[in-house]
């Protein structure tokens, strides 16, 4: 239960046991409802209390233990986690030079998370590409960038409705074999991240590299211009079969 906030395995069953009982229980009963060794159950017993999560009573020279109710087990972590995230911030983290290492992600929440914190720190520009149903969730970020004056251009697969008149519409087509999701996003012309699912997770890159940077903005206008392209002169290309046939191979 309480492994995925930080606790070790033994406190997480210790707490889950006594909060399945509507009753306060001695280092006994602990250890046969939580599986905990009898040699290690007082030494997590001690540590829980120390981290506030368990209270302690003596009744009859019987030493009782009960756990802190869910509603305040909730509100106590989301406290703590708020006091770990202002102890990050006071971190003082020192301008490094170009970083023209290419580095690898992993994970949705971690790549999403990351686009977030490029497009927080952009000054004069951003360049991004993805899916309409991916796209809205940086929108209100980019529409607040777009206010201040930066330069965003969007590249959507499918429709989104904003304030930013630089977007690039493609609606897929059912010819479309190769269409893959991904995602594209380059701050200031100075740092990237290219993210695409291999093996049905995402994974991504992230470069400040200047080739690789203005590879992947030429690629981005790329997509750009044959997304106005085949838009523009969609029945004419087309109507070449030969035309037709390279344009549905292409990612974008």
């Keep these: ?16 046991s006594l909060i399945t009982i509507n009753q306060a229980l001695d280092a006994t009963a602990i250890v046969k409802r939580s599986g905990v060794p009898r040699s290690k159950v007082y030494e997590v017993l001690h540590r829980l209390s120390e981290k506030g999560i368990v209270m302690e009573s003596t009744v009859e020279k019987k030493r009782l233990y009960t756990a802190l109710p869910m509603d305040a087990m909730i509100e106590k972590l989301k406290t703590d986690f708020e006091l770990h995230i202002e102890e990050l911030k006071k971190i003082n983290v020192e301008e490094t030079e170009v970083d023209d290492r290419v580095w690898t992600l992993k994970k949705n929440q971690s790549i999403q998370s990351f686009i977030k ?6 000054t004069r520009s951003i360049f991004i590409s993805a899916w ?24 959507v697969i499918g429709e989104v409705e904003t304030i930013i008149p630089t977007v690039s519409t493609l609606i897929p087509d059912q010819s479309h074999e190769t269409l893959e999701r991904s995602r594209i996003i380059i701050v200031d012309e100075k740092e990237m991240m290219f993210a695409g699912i291999e093996d049905s997770y995402w994974q991504a890159i992230r470069t400040q590299s200047p ?11 790329h997509d750009v211009a044959l997304t106005k392209i085949t838009q523009r002169y969609k029945k004419t290309v087309m109507a070449d079969e030969e035309i037709k046939e390279v344009l549905m191979k292409l990612r974008y």
Excluded at 134 to 154: A, H, M, Q, R
């Design 132 to 155: 309409a149903d991916d796209l809205v969730t940086y929108l209100p970020l980019l529409e607040s960038k777009y206010k201040e004056g930066l330069e965003v251009i969007i590249h």
């Design 117 to 122: 914190a490029l497009s927080l720190k952009a």
């Design 1 to 16: 239960m309480l492994q995925q906030f930080g606790f070790t395995q033994y406190e997480s069953q210790v707490y889950s």
């Design 211 to 221: 080739p690789l940077v203005k590879i992947f903005t030429d690629f981005f206008y």
